[in-house]
Nanobody, 117 residues
Framework: QVQLVESGGGLVQPGGSLRLSCAASGSISSGNTMGWYRQAPGKQRELVARITSGGSTNYADAVKGRFIISRDNAKNLVHLQMNSLKPEDTAIYYC???????????WGQGTQVTVSS
């Protein structure tokens, strides 16, 4: 089992920044992918960004150039730096942990991000 605890959500004005963090604990495999997904009201959950244990990243087109994902493998942490936030970034953000090679997935409880003036 892997437990994920997110932090850092909140209310921010358009153009502002927030940093989300997720701490993983439990049965952490050396090979894994950690990432962030989001779900806005009435919409499906979608990938925001993810990063492998080797440091490879990919981003949703909607956040490229504004969001940066990073991780600290020694501490099993993943961060999402969100800049130039827009109202359409408003959603619940979920941390995701994907184990290799089993493909088993784990989810955090979610943290609300609201971008509004």
């Amino acid at each position: 089992q892997v437990q994920l605890v997110e932090s850092g959500g909140g209310l921010v004005q358009p153009g502002g920044s927030l940093r989300l963090s997720c701490a993983a604990s439990g049965s952490i495999s050396s090979g894994n992918t950690m990432g962030w997904y989001r779900q806005a009201p009435g919409k499906q959950r979608e990938l925001v960004a993810r990063i492998t244990s080797g440091g490879s990243t990919n981003y949703a087109d909607a956040v490229k150039g504004r969001f940066i994902i990073s991780r600290d493998n020694a501490k099993n942490l993943v961060h999402l730096q969100m800049n130039s936030l827009k109202p359409e970034d408003t959603a619940i953000y979920y941390c995701n942990f994907l184990k290799w090679p089993t493909g088993r997935e784990y989810w955090g409880q979610g943290t609300q991000v609201t971008v509004s003036s």
